[in-house]
């Protein structure tokens, strides 16, 4: 059977929606015969934003130096094997068959979530196949994600924490803190990203309910830019010299050192300061603050100048990370194509780019159910501020729009959501 047909299939499992708990992992874990209790080290990331970041530069890193790495994150962008790596390499499309029909035939029809099925096959894949290191990235929150069911990581990494997900973490900065806190495991250390105070407080408590030492940005370890093309890494082995990070943002060298602060840490591998400079210029990450160079939408472009970009960020946090990029991309008029999910604090990520930009475009997602509508995008957009103003048909619409009513050589950005930036990944070849 098909990969694709597979999932589809795993789509229609009850219960349908997000249902967080780990009753139901718990208990196909025992019954497939616990492959997480059998991992190499496990780095085990939350946070609301920079958490595929972290996990890609600490990939980058590790491989650089030599050694085997399991990672499993998500969502995928084009295809779902993305969110599987078993030693270094996407999963191939038999074995992940194999692996899910393997946990379904397991589970026997009882209730079980779609994302709890995959994190069990994960589990599954990386416990037959040798590593040096898992890489795991939780799905949604901390407490009750299926990837908590690890008793004893090697490390805990806390990626910056703000509004998301409201509808299942809870409506306050300290509900949500509190739900991503809950990765922090008696004895094991966790490396912290700088928070708002009111996040630094309750990750503080559940170090101390359960005797988890946090090194955290600002106290133990720091990260900042020298020059324009390098930056400085000080933490409990002294200070580093590092070429800038092959992410584009300034924000990715916080991600950057963030990944930095965690290798340190893990005193069972050996990472050298070389494996490090070589991991920081060879990581890769699509979909974030990705420029497309080749392919129909770029052929749209009339070729004098104009630019293209992509990234997935989808909450008010990521909104004030793109509108600080707009600061410094002044060398050129910046318009933006943004569709988002209806579970998405629309306004609040628009806002922060107000100022930013020229041309507005909204677009609904295509194939995403929860999709905002193009007019509803719109709508909010205007709530805030925004000026030129419409909504389109698709992305290439949008692209064609802006590229007709502009004077001027501009750089058009798309973003507003992972699935929007997946799709125009796929289509675009």
């Known amino acids: 059977m098909s990969i694709d047909a597979v999932l589809e299939r795993l789509t229609t499992l009850h219960p349908k929606a997000i249902d967080l708990s780990l009753d139901r992992v718990r208990r196909l874990l025992a019954a497939l015969g ?136 809870g409506g306050r900065l300290e509900s949500i803190a509190a739900e991503k806190a809950q990765i922090l495991k008696p004895g094991v250390g966790c490396v912290s990203a700088k928070q708002e105070r009111a996040v630094a407080r309750i990750i503080e408590l559940r170090s101390l309910e359960v005797g988890a030492p946090v090194w955290r940005e600002g106290e133990e370890w720091f990260i900042r830019t020298h020059q324009d093309d390098r930056m400085v890494f000080e933490g409990r082995f002294g200070s580093l010299s590092l070429p800038l990070p092959g992410l584009f943002g300034t924000h990715q060298v916080r991600n950057a050192g963030l990944a930095i602060a965690a290798v340190e840490r893990l005193s069972m591998l050996e990472v050298p300061g070389q494996a490090i400079a070589a991991g920081l210029t060879a990581v890769t990450w699509p979909g974030r603050l990705q420029r497309l160079r080749q392919g129909p939408l770029v052929d749209l472009l009339p070729g004098d100048g104009w630019e293209l970009w992509l990234d997935g960020g989808h909450n008010p946090a990521a909104g004030d990370m793109l509108g600080k990029l707009g600061r410094t991309w002044k060398d050129k008029p910046l318009h933006l194509v943004i569709g988002m999910l209806d579970t998405k604090d629309a306004r609040g990520f628009i806002k922060p780019l107000v100022a930013r930009v020229d041309r507005f475009r909204g677009v609904a997602i295509d194939g995403a159910a929860q999709t905002l509508t193009a007019e509803q995008i719109c709508a909010a957009a205007t709530a805030v501020g925004c000026r030129d103003v419409r909504p389109v048909p698709s992305v290439a619409e949008a692209v064609r729009d802006i590229v007709a009513g502009s004077g001027a050589t501009g750089r058009i950005l798309v973003t507003g959501s992972l699935y929007l930036v997946g799709g125009v990944l796929r289509d675009n070849g």
């Open 34 to 169: 616990n492959p997480e209790a059998g991992l190499p080290p496990t780095v085990h990331v939350a946070g609301t934003n920079g958490k595929g970041s972290v996990v890609a530069y600490l990939r980058a890193f590790l491989e650089a130096a030599g050694l085997r790495v399991h990672a499993y994150t998500s969502p995928h962008l084009v295809r779902f094997n993305e969110r599987i790596r078993v030693a270094g390499e996407l999963i191939g499309d038999d074995a992940l068959v194999a692996l899910l029909e393997e946990v379904e035939r397991v589970n026997a029809g009882r209730p079980i979530t779609f994302f709890e099925v995959t994190t069990c096959a994960a589990f599954l894949a990386f416990a037959r196949t040798r590593a040096d290191v898992v890489l795991l990235e939780t799905g949604l929150g901390g407490r009750l994600d299926a990837t908590n069911v690890l008793k004893r990581p090697a490390l805990t990494v806390l990626t910056p924490i703000s509004m998301d997900h409201e509808q299942y973490l």
